[in-house]
């Protein structure tokens, strides 16, 4: 198994920036791509950013194309996304995922960390 664990969460101004990390440990050998995904009160969960962790392909949604980067250090297993020119509608709780091979799908979370970006 997989275990995620994110942090860097916090309360910023609008146009402000944070770096949220999440590390990876267990069976990382087995991840195919890292993700970020939030959920904002009363929406359902979307995709924010994702990493193939091979070859390092990204891709984001449209939201937050151009504010924000996913990248990833190999070495600690982490995966890093860097919000900058943050708005109110940011907020939400940030959730770190994995996917493993041979999936589509992004199977194991962690326990996510809150974001709060005040107008």
């Known amino acids: 198994q997989v275990q995620l664990v994110e942090s860097g969460g916090g309360l910023v101004q609008a146009g402000g920036s944070l770096r949220l990390s999440c590390a990876a440990s267990g069976r990382t050998f087995s991840i195919n791509a890292l993700g970020w995904f939030r959920q904002a009160p009363g929406k359902e969960r979307e995709f924010v950013a994702s990493?193939?962790?091979?070859?390092?392909?990204?891709y984001y949604a449209a939201s937050v194309k151009g504010r924000f980067t996913i990248s990833k250090d190999a070495a600690k297993n982490t995966v890093y996304l860097q919000l900058n020119s943050l708005k109110s509608e940011d907020t939400a709780l940030y959730y770190c995922?994995?996917?493993?091979?041979?999936?589509?799908?992004?199977?194991?979370w962690g326990q996510g960390t809150q974001v709060t970006v005040s107008s």
């Open positions: 990493l193939k962790w091979t070859g390092g392909s990204t």
């Open positions: 995922a994995a996917q493993p091979t041979l999936s589509n799908s992004f199977n194991t």
